[in-house]
């Protein structure tokens, strides 16, 4: 009887063993990849704000496995402030009775249009993973397109809607997947 039960609780210990590994198999630590985002955001030009943005999606770098999996969480955010600010536009240009502000609205949306193109050619690359040298040219494609957003705002002081504010943001967000798909190119020709 006493044989029985020590079998079957060293089965259980087992059992429970095998699933704490599994289950931590694929996750890199939390300070590794802490200590990985920090590296990343030293090499922006605007560090504490790139701190800010992966620290508030912090969970979403959790399941990423080395540079391309953080270049892949940092395209997708990229992606999807780029969707918002095209949302908005396309709203604001819809309820502007203002000429010049919806001539502006629609050139930057089709920015913003082009950007998102641009970046899920990048995404598409990345999950590929094939012709990641044609990912620096995508990214600076995306990073014309804000240009020609913001250069359509430094004409005209009159912007009630702060639209350059929201191209800086989208700006940050270019400059940190400029530096995360840069260090995985460089991994890639190092190997």
């Known amino acids: 009887m006493a044989y029985y039960s020590l079998d079957r609780i060293i089965s259980i210990a087992l059992i429970v063993l095998a699933i ?16 990985d985002l920090r590296d990343l955001c030293s090499q922006t030009n605007r560090t504490e704000e790139c701190s800010y943005v992966v620290k508030s ?48 609205y629609i050139s930057c949306s089709k920015n913003y249009n082009d950007a998102n193109r641009n970046l899920g050619l990048v995404k598409k690359m990345l999950d590929s993973n094939r012709n990641y040298r044609f990912i620096a040219v995508e990214i600076n494609d995306t990073v014309q397109e804000l240009k020609g957003c913001m250069l359509e705002f430094s004409k005209d002081p009159f912007d009630p809607a702060h639209i350059r504010d929201r191209n800086k943001e989208f700006g940050l967000y270019l400059e940190i997947a ?3 798909t840069n260090r995985l190119l460089q991994e890639k020709n190092r190997n």
Do not use: Q, W
Not at 77 to 97: F, M, P, T, V
């Open 57 to 104: 999606e912090f969970n979403t770098f959790e399941d990423t496995d080395g540079s391309k999996g953080v270049a892949g969480v940092v395209i997708d955010l990229a992606i999807a402030k780029a969707r918002e600010i095209h949302d908005d536009l396309n709203r604001l240009y819809g309820g502007s009775k203002d000429k010049d502000l919806k001539f502006k």
């Open 20 to 35: 704490a590994v599994t289950s931590s198999l694929g996750r890199r630590d939390k300070s590794d990849i802490e200590k």
């Open 178 to 180: 400029t530096v995360a």
